[in-house]
């Protein structure tokens, strides 16, 4: 029983990867298997099943040119073992007939080292015939291996990446497909959780293996070995499909996929997959809308992704308008704006998907009137949109009367940005008030801020706004863009009325364009000339208008994005290190981290030159910093265990890039009004202490006190010196030191 357990891990061993030496260590433990239960004899049917095992085997290996050849060596091991037990001469004589076959289909293939079966078939073979033609056979295998030797030698070398075995699979498959099916396994074997090489060995699968059931069964160990990545479960449904499965069978594996997605986008593509699956098996509206209901639901309440939901809405609704359903693909948008009627991009498709199912021109003008009352993302946009839908597409005095609602709209939009600003110049007067306040109290300077300081931050002020003035006047707002746009296809259109400065095209945060964009010129003449050429060309398939940069939250909206491209340039490359003790110099950090391509060291010390125990140390790539974090996070540098991880300003749950100083001017006060919530005055720890603490009557408790330090004025000494003190506060603050507080009171 324990060898059948045994030969049931290699069986399943065999099913998921293509491994030589697994396939000879089964052979041989079924063949010792099969000796024990026929008590030294092999009988026709002990025979019949090793034949048919080993033919599976070679079935797999024989194509592996590299190491298949043991395989064969053992087959034929067997067959002439099996000559040598015949019973009669006849039966002897099929057995040899037997073996002449495997010696030949082993010399037919490229395989290395087959000059060793060679050899033994010369040696073994009694027919001249036979053995002529069989020898040029060999020889042409032999030569099909020479030109493959250089490709195998490189997939066989030590640490061998998986670009490489694409590499030579792609080499294969116009010749030879079975074989560039081998190579693919072969490269599992070594890269079982690479994307790239399973994504590639799926995609070849589905394209040009014909049998379902092997494509289906190659689908699935790829769910199982990169679960997380969606294109495997498209592959698989797609298997299922390809099989004759049925609808219910192609859902269940869209839903276990979902299940496994960590992303909205990725759900995305395994519901359109599924979709279009059931397109293909039937084509009706009932039957399309309960996948997209499903795929719906799973959307808002699993991944909460607005950005996905909306690109479902919009494939949803075209199938609808192929169907001609025109009432359900409104009502479609209708529910999507009254839950997102605060944005742009819904609005368009709503209005997009209305003309194109024909909807009369009052109907599609009172959707226009509504978006321009609700968007508060772009507004001003909004209202340019219903009046160029008016001007263009209704009579005159629905134009003018289009015209008065639109300004009074305008100047309501002016009027709500100005309060908007007002408070947060307010706040932000506020914040510096109380920042000098702090600075006043408990800084050195001990004074106010003067007069002329006050003058200079409205001098600064007045000139921050005239550059974001002259920025929105060299700024086109170019609306309609698509999803596919890039800002290289912004810049060569653009580029044909001047000189481009800069593009921004916004992005949601599935990193999908959001269907405008921003294009700033050199001067505000070159951004004229671009409203006046441009405006109504198409690109990329799109009609896109160009419009000039409204002064406000635009110029302000394309500062913030060309800050967040800058800023992302170095995202993933820097460490934050922390924990580091004082006395712990450039040079040690430098030589403990430089184990890769290092750029810059950032060690942050206070202004007497000490170190504050943290640093920052940026990589030339992501894999230097990726490997330092491996490598030193909780090592020991200098008695202190570091902690190591990966800087990530701007994103929730990172490091920060610059943490604020205790230290420094107004920083504590201003991290403290920073966590604070509602009105009033945050209260802190320090604020629960008693008051008999507070004024000093602190009871005299046996707390054991640190060993006094000697003052030789090291950094060493100095921070066992603090340490020591911070112990002897947590102690000093116990439940113990406040438990004797009440009994003394």
Same mark, same amino acid.
């Given at each position: 029983s324990?060898?059948?357990?045994?030969?049931?891990?290699?069986e399943?061993?065999?099913?998921?990867?293509?491994?030589?030496d697994?396939?000879v260590d089964?052979l041989a433990?079924?063949?010792?298997?099969?000796?024990?239960q026929t008590?030294?004899?092999l009988?026709?049917?002990?025979l019949?099943?090793?034949?048919?095992?080993s $033919?599976e085997?070679?079935?797999?290996v024989?194509?592996?040119?590299?190491?298949?050849?043991?395989?064969?060596?053992?087959?034929?091991?067997?067959?002439?073992a099996?000559?040598?037990?015949?019973?009669s001469?006849?039966?002897?004589s099929?057995?040899?007939?037997e073996?002449?076959?495997?010696?030949?289909?082993?010399?037919?293939?490229?395989?290395?080292?087959?000059?060793?079966v060679?050899e033994?078939?010369?040696?073994?073979?009694t027919d001249?015939?036979?053995?002529?033609k069989?020898?040029?056979?060999w020889?042409r295998a032999?030569k099909a291996?020479g030109a493959?030797a250089?490709?195998?030698?490189?997939i066989?070398? $030590?640490?061998a990446?998986?670009?490489?075995f694409?590499?030579?699979?792609?080499?294969l498959?116009?010749?030879?497909?079975a074989?560039?099916l081998?190579?693919?396994e072969?490269?599992?074997?070594r890269?079982?959780?690479s994307?790239?090489l399973w994504?590639?060995?799926?995609?070849?699968a589905t394209?040009?293996v014909?049998?379902?059931s092997e494509?289906?069964?190659?689908?699935q160990?790829?769910?199982?070995?990169?679960?997380?990545?969606?294109?495997?479960w498209?592959?698989?449904?797609?298997?299922?499909?390809?099989?004759?499965?049925?609808?219910?069978?192609?859902l269940?594996?869209?839903?276990d996929?979902?299940?496994?997605?960590?992303?909205g986008?990725?759900?995305?593509?395994?519901?359109l997959?599924?979709?279009?699956?059931?397109?293909?098996c039937?084509?009706?509206?009932?039957?399309l809308?309960?996948?997209?209901?499903?795929a719906?639901?799973?959307?808002?309440e699993?991944?909460?992704?607005?950005?996905?939901?909306?690109?479902?809405?919009?494939?949803?609704?075209?199938?609808?308008?192929r169907?001609?359903q025109?009432?359900?693909c409104?009502?479609l948008? $209708?529910?999507?704006?009254s839950?997102?009627?605060?944005?742009l991009?819904v609005?368009?498709?709503?209005?997009?998907?209305?003309?194109?199912?024909?909807?009369?021109?009052?109907?599609v003008a009172?959707i226009?009137?509504?978006m321009?009352?609700q968007?508060?993302?772009?507004p001003?946009?909004?209202?340019e949109m219903?009046t160029?839908?008016?001007?263009?597409r209704?009579?005159?005095?629905?134009?003018k009367h289009?015209r008065?609602?639109?300004?009074?709209?305008?100047?309501d939009?002016?009027?709500?940005q100005?309060?908007q600003?007002?408070?947060?110049?307010k706040?932000?007067?506020?914040?510096?008030?109380?920042?000098?306040s702090?600075?006043?109290?408990?800084?050195?300077?001990?004074g106010?801020?003067t007069?002329?300081?006050?003058d200079d931050? &409205?001098?600064?002020?007045?000139?921050?706004?005239?550059?974001?003035?002259?920025?929105g006047?060299?700024? &086109?707002?170019?609306?309609?863009?698509?999803?596919?746009?890039?800002?290289?296809?912004?810049?060569?259109?653009?580029?044909?009325?001047?000189t &481009?400065?800069?593009v921004a095209?916004?992005?949601?945060s599935?990193?999908?364009?959001?269907?405008?964009?921003?294009?700033?010129y050199q001067?505000?003449?070159e951004?004229?000339r671009?409203?006046?050429?441009?405006?109504?060309?198409?690109l990329?398939?799109?009609?896109?208008?160009?419009?000039?940069c409204k002064?406000?939250?635009?110029?302000?909206?394309l500062?913030?994005?060309r800050?967040?491209?800058?800023g992302?340039e170095n995202?993933?490359?820097?460490?934050?290190v922390?924990?580091i003790?004082?006395?712990?110099?450039?040079e040690a950090l430098?030589?403990?981290?430089?184990?890769?391509?290092m750029?810059?060291l950032?060690?942050?010390?206070d202004?007497t030159g000490r170190?504050?125990?943290?640093?920052?140390? $940026?990589?030339a790539?992501?894999e230097?910093a990726?490997?330092?974090?491996l490598?030193?996070?909780?090592?020991e540098l200098?008695?202190?265990?570091l902690?190591?991880?990966l800087?990530?300003?701007?994103?929730?749950?990172?490091v920060p890039?610059d943490p604020?100083?205790?230290?420094?001017?107004?920083g504590?006060?201003a991290a403290?009004?920073?966590?604070?919530r509602?009105?009033?005055?945050g209260r802190?720890?320090?604020?629960?202490?008693?008051?008999?603490?507070?004024?000093?009557?602190?009871?005299?408790l046996?707390v054991?006190?640190?060993?006094?330090?000697?003052?030789?004025?090291?950094n060493?000494?100095e921070?066992?010196?603090?340490?020591?003190?911070?112990?002897?506060?947590?102690q000093?603050?116990?439940?113990?030191?406040?438990?004797?507080?009440?009994n003394?009171?």
């Amino acid at each position: 029983s324990a060898l059948g357990s045994v030969l049931q891990l290699y069986e399943r061993a065999c099913e998921d990867y293509l491994d030589v030496d697994v396939w000879v260590d089964r052979l041989a433990l079924a063949l010792e298997v099969t000796v024990m239960q026929t008590g030294g004899e092999l009988t026709a049917d002990a025979l019949t099943r090793l034949r048919n095992l080993s $033919e599976e085997c070679l079935s797999r290996v024989s194509l592996h040119a590299w190491r298949g050849i043991s395989a064969w060596l053992q087959r034929l091991q067997f067959e002439k073992a099996a000559c040598r037990v015949a019973a009669s001469e006849q039966e002897r004589s099929q057995r040899q007939d037997e073996c002449r076959k495997v010696f030949q289909r082993c010399l037919r293939l490229p395989l290395r080292g087959s000059e060793s079966v060679w050899e033994d078939y010369e040696t073994w073979e009694t027919d001249g015939a036979e053995r002529d033609k069989t020898k040029q056979e060999w020889e042409r295998a032999k030569k099909a291996y020479g030109a493959l030797a250089a490709h195998e030698e490189r997939i066989e070398a $030590e640490g061998a990446a998986d670009d490489s075995f694409v590499t030579y699979a792609a080499l294969l498959e116009a010749s030879d497909i079975a074989r560039a099916l081998v190579v693919y396994e072969r490269g599992i074997c070594r890269h079982a959780l690479s994307s790239r090489l399973w994504q590639a060995y799926v995609f070849t699968a589905t394209t040009r293996v014909p049998v379902a059931s092997e494509v289906r069964h190659i689908c699935q160990r790829g769910t199982r070995n990169i679960p997380w990545d969606p294109s495997m479960w498209c592959g698989y449904m797609e298997a299922v499909e390809m099989g004759s499965g049925t609808m219910d069978d192609v859902l269940s594996v869209c839903v276990d996929g979902v299940a496994l997605m960590t992303s909205g986008t990725a759900a995305l593509s395994l519901w359109l997959h599924a979709a279009a699956a059931q397109r293909r098996c039937s084509d009706t509206p009932d039957a399309l809308r309960h996948v997209f209901v499903q795929a719906r639901k799973s959307l808002v309440e699993q991944f909460q992704d607005a950005a996905a939901e909306l690109m479902l809405v919009e494939r949803w609704a075209e199938e609808e308008i192929r169907h001609g359903q025109t009432k359900e693909c409104l009502q479609l948008f $209708e529910e999507l704006v009254s839950k997102r009627g605060s944005e742009l991009a819904v609005w368009s498709k709503y209005i997009a998907a209305a003309e194109k199912l024909g909807v009369d021109n009052e109907k599609v003008a009172k959707i226009h009137k509504r978006m321009a009352f609700q968007v508060s993302d772009y507004p001003r946009e909004s209202v340019e949109m219903w009046t160029q839908f008016s001007m263009w597409r209704r009579d005159l005095s629905a134009w003018k009367h289009v015209r008065a609602e639109a300004a009074r709209r305008v100047r309501d939009i002016e009027t709500q940005q100005a309060r908007q600003q007002a408070m947060s110049t307010k706040g932000a007067v506020n914040a510096d008030e109380q920042s000098d306040s702090a600075a006043h109290s408990g800084g050195n300077d001990g004074g106010k801020r003067t007069k002329r300081a006050r003058d200079d931050d &409205v001098e600064h002020g007045a000139k921050r706004t005239r550059e974001t003035d002259e920025t929105g006047e060299r700024t &086109v707002f170019v609306l309609n863009t698509g999803y596919a746009i890039k800002e290289d296809d912004l810049q060569r259109a653009f580029s044909a009325c001047g000189t &481009v400065e800069h593009v921004a095209v916004p992005r949601g945060s599935d990193r999908k364009p959001r269907g405008f964009a921003y294009v700033e010129y050199q001067t505000a003449d070159e951004a004229l000339r671009a409203i006046e050429n441009l405006s109504g060309i198409v690109l990329k398939g799109r009609k896109i208008r160009v419009e000039q940069c409204k002064r406000g939250n635009k110029s302000v909206h394309l500062d913030r994005l060309r800050r967040d491209a800058a800023g992302n340039e170095n995202e993933g490359r820097t460490v934050f290190v922390k924990n580091i003790a004082r006395s712990t110099s450039d040079e040690a950090l430098r030589a403990a981290f430089a184990h890769k391509d290092m750029n810059e060291l950032r060690h942050v010390r206070d202004k007497t030159g000490r170190s504050r125990g943290f640093a920052y140390i $940026e990589y030339a790539s992501m894999e230097g910093a990726s490997a330092a974090v491996l490598k030193m996070n909780n090592a020991e540098l200098d008695g202190r265990r570091l902690v190591v991880a990966l800087s990530r300003p701007g994103t929730e749950g990172g490091v920060p890039e610059d943490p604020p100083s205790t230290h420094s001017r107004g920083g504590a006060a201003a991290a403290q009004r920073g966590r604070g919530r509602g009105r009033g005055r945050g209260r802190g720890a320090a604020s629960l202490v008693p008051r008999t603490v507070q004024q000093g009557r602190r009871p005299t408790l046996a707390v054991p006190s640190p060993p006094p330090a000697a003052p030789t004025g090291t950094n060493d000494d100095e921070q066992q010196q603090d340490d020591a003190m911070e112990t002897t506060d947590v102690q000093a603050h116990s439940q113990d030191y406040f438990r004797s507080l009440v009994n003394a009171k």
